[in-house]
């Protein structure tokens, strides 16, 4: 069992007996409304079965250890409650510093130090908000330890104030609140600008959802990441000069055809088009799914694709390689990338009978086309993060 192995690497690093308290936050997909959350649209994502985990146990002083057995490397980072200001080479560790920070700073009382173990099983640099869930895993680590009485929302804004001021990434809040809030078996609509939100049941039936890794490091992705977004911020304020809206969420289909020669660069008009027309996208899914009209979904989720592609260009070349293969797929209902985009990974809903040839087409057609293997993945939707008490020992 997973657990009893870490418990056994935490009592060796740390050299104790004593057995500490172990904790999950999960990973997330995205199902529809990709780009939209930072253009005051919504988001539908859901949080899935792979994740982190992190025991901890208080300490009498006020020293503070981090260790990662994925960054076996790093070996114990070590800090003091006086001091959690970022440090470079603290590395990933400045991901449950920044929340110690934050949730100290608002009034939470974490008066002692603690060691922590981190173990994540999300496929690196897919895209899969492991950073996320490493600030939210500790968010409920500090809850739990330090018995603190916290809003799960106001959790949530912490973590993602971690990425925007402490790391200094330009993040959106979709991340922390899918692995904040999850539900089993249930998919999150997200009003990103009001935080909010309404479950959906997912009731997949014969099918699956399957992860596809690309395997293709995210290089690009955060210069484009910000380049997407000043692209659109130009494009609200071209049509602010006519409208008064806030957001390009504010508009519909309609409106944005009518408004759109206000907005003076074709690209920007572009980006424009999908952050509207996704919006509307992810609206309509969440309508289909609720009905369980799963054939509905799926074409949305393709259409959701071809204007990733298209209009907003974030894609690529190993993304569109996998989500055309998938297509050709007998039992696929729908295939889109998700997150950011620029590797990364994409997601399919498919007929359990057809799962293994799925498999075995797309990697034939990726490994030909692109010279290495995919990964695959089957995404169980699981609950948002939580403490771990039922068989941890």
């Not at 249930?186 to 992860?211: G, R």
């Not at 409106?255 to 074709?266: P, R």
Request: proline share 2%; aromatic share 10%.
């Amino acid at each position: 069992m997973i657990t009893s192995k870490l418990l056994q690497q935490f009592q060796s690093i740390y050299t104790t007996v004593q057995k500490p308290r172990l904790f999950f936050a999960p990973g997330r997909i995205n199902l529809i409304g990709e780009h939209t959350d930072y253009n005051g649209g919504h988001v539908f994502p859901a949080s899935i079965s792979f994740g982190t985990y992190a025991f901890g146990q208080t300490r009498g002083d006020q020293k503070v250890r981090f260790y990662s057995l994925n960054f076996p490397d790093t070996g114990i980072i070590e800090c003091d409650l006086s001091n959690l200001t970022y440090n470079k080479a603290h590395d990933w560790a400045n991901f449950p510093k920044g929340m110690i920070k934050f949730m100290r700073e608002s009034g939470l009382e974490i008066a002692t130090g603690m060691d922590i173990l981190f173990y994540g099983d999300i496929p690196g640099s897919a895209g899969l908000s492991s950073s996320a869930s490493i600030e939210m895993v500790t968010g409920v680590l500090l809850e739990g330890l330090y018995d603190l009485k916290i809003n799960r929302v106001k959790m949530i804004q912490l973590g993602q104030k971690v990425e925007n001021v402490y790391i200094g990434v330009n993040s959106g809040i979709m991340d922390q609140f899918a692995i904040g809030k999850g539900k089993k078996d249930h998919a999150i609509l997200l009003n990103c600008l009001t935080l909010a939100h309404k479950f959906a049941s997912i009731e997949l039936d014969d099918h699956v959802i399957m992860i596809i890794h690309t395997n293709k490091q995210r290089t690009l992705a955060g210069s484009k990441y910000n380049e997407r977004r000043a692209q659109c911020e130009q494009a609200l304020a071209d049509l602010q000069t006519e409208l008064q809206i806030k957001s390009l969420g504010d508009l519909t289909k309609e409106q944005f055809e009518q408004y759109k020669h206000l907005i003076k660069d074709e690209v920007n008009q572009k980006r424009a088009k999908h952050a509207v027309y996704e919006n509307e996208r992810t609206l309509e899914a969440f309508q289909q799914l609720e009905q369980g009209n799963l054939e509905e979904f799926g074409v949305l989720m393709n259409e959701s694709h071809l204007s990733l592609q298209q209009d907003y260009e974030v894609t690529g070349f190993e993304l569109d390689t996998i989500v055309q293969a998938a297509w050709e797929q007998a039992g696929v209902v729908g295939a889109r990338m998700t997150g950011a985009g620029f590797g990364g990974c994409a997601i399919a809903i498919v007929g359990k009978d057809k799962v293994e040839s799925f498999k075995e087409n797309v990697n034939r057609i990726y490994h030909a086309t692109i010279g290495y293997d995919a990964s695959f993945y089957t995404a169980a939707i699981d609950d948002g993060a939580r403490e771990i008490t039922e068989g941890v020992y």
